[in-house]
């Protein structure tokens, strides 16, 4: 579904682009307004964007075969892993 909009035609895909760009740019105001605030870690926002973006596009192929884990508490396993990291604070 993510590679999708490859195959839409050209109204529809100006209108894609511009929304995904639209988003991706207000995201990421929102991680240097973290950053700045030093809410969040000091790390490219870009990388951070992506990197969370990546996941979040991929996440349903993963989750559909998944039964054991229910919608609660992938959101709040997922927004720890995303937010906090994964490297132990004592490493």
Known sequence: MNNDWVHL???QLVYF???RNS???K???IILEGI???ELKNHDSEIV???ILSTLRTLHLWYAKKKSLS???LKDELARIMIDGIK???Y
């Open 9 to 11: 035609e050209k109204k």
């Open 27 to 29: 995201f990421n105001k």
């Open 88 to 90: 132990a604070t004592n």
């Open 36 to 38: 700045k605030k030093g």
């Open 23 to 25: 988003y991706e740019t």
């Open 71 to 73: 919608p609660a508490q």
């Open 49 to 51: 964007l992506f990197s």
């Open 17 to 19: 682009l511009k929304m």
